[in-house]
C-alpha cells in the first residue's frame, strides 16, 4: 500500500466541508457584486460621472469598492429593487388590461351591429341608412373591421 494513495485518506471530511464553505462564500460575493453594479446602473439619482466612479472603484477594488457601496448606498438598495419590481407589475398589470379589452379599444361588427339595431330602434337612423352601415360593417370596411369613417358619417 506503499505505492497507493486515497482520495479519502488525502483529503478529510472536514476540508470538504472547509471547501464547501469557501465555495458558498465566492457565489455569494458574487452575487453581491452584481446586484451593486445592476443597483448602480438602477439609480436615477445618480449622475453619469458618479455612476462611472462607482463602477471603476467597484471593478478596481472590489472587495473595498463594494464594502465602501453598501456602507454609503446601501440603505437604498431594497427601495430601488421594490420600486422597479412595482413599476414591472404596474407595466404587466396595464398590459393584461388593454390585452383582456379585445382589440385595445376597437369595437368587433358584434358590438357595432348592436349599436346599430340600438340606434335604429330609437329612430335616429332609417332603415335604408341601417342596411348600408350594417354591409358597411359586415364587409369589414366599418370601424370595426379598421379604423376608417364612422357609421355615423357614412349615414349622413
Do not use: C
Request: glycine residues 10%; hydrophobic residues 45%.
Amino acid at each position: 500500500m506503499s505505492g497507493a494513495m486515497y482520495l479519502a485518506y488525502d483529503y478529510p471530511l472536514l476540508s470538504a466541508f472547509w471547501t464547501m464553505l469557501i465555495l458558498f462564500l465566492w457565489i455569494m460575493w458574487l452575487v453581491l457584486l452584481f446586484r451593486v453594479v445592476v443597483d448602480i446602473f438602477r439609480d436615477d439619482e445618480l449622475s453619469g460621472w458618479a455612476k462611472a466612479g462607482w463602477l471603476v472603484f467597484t471593478i478596481v477594488l472590489p472587495f473595498l469598492g463594494v464594502f465602501v457601496y453598501v456602507i454609503a448606498r446601501g440603505k437604498n438598495m431594497g427601495r430601488r429593487e421594490i420600486a422597479q419590481a412595482r413599476a414591472q407589475q404596474e407595466a404587466f398589470d396595464s398590459y393584461v388590461r388593454e390585452t383582456a379589452k379585445g382589440t385595445g379599444g376597437r369595437t368587433s361588427s358584434v358590438d357595432e351591429l348592436a349599436r346599430l339595431s340600438e340606434i335604429k330602434a330609437r329612430g335616429d337612423i332609417s332603415d335604408d341608412e341601417f342596411r348600408r352601415a350594417k354591409e358597411l360593417v359586415l364587409s369589414g370596411h366599418g370601424p370595426a373591421g379598421h379604423p376608417g369613417p364612422s357609421t355615423s358619417s357614412a349615414g349622413r
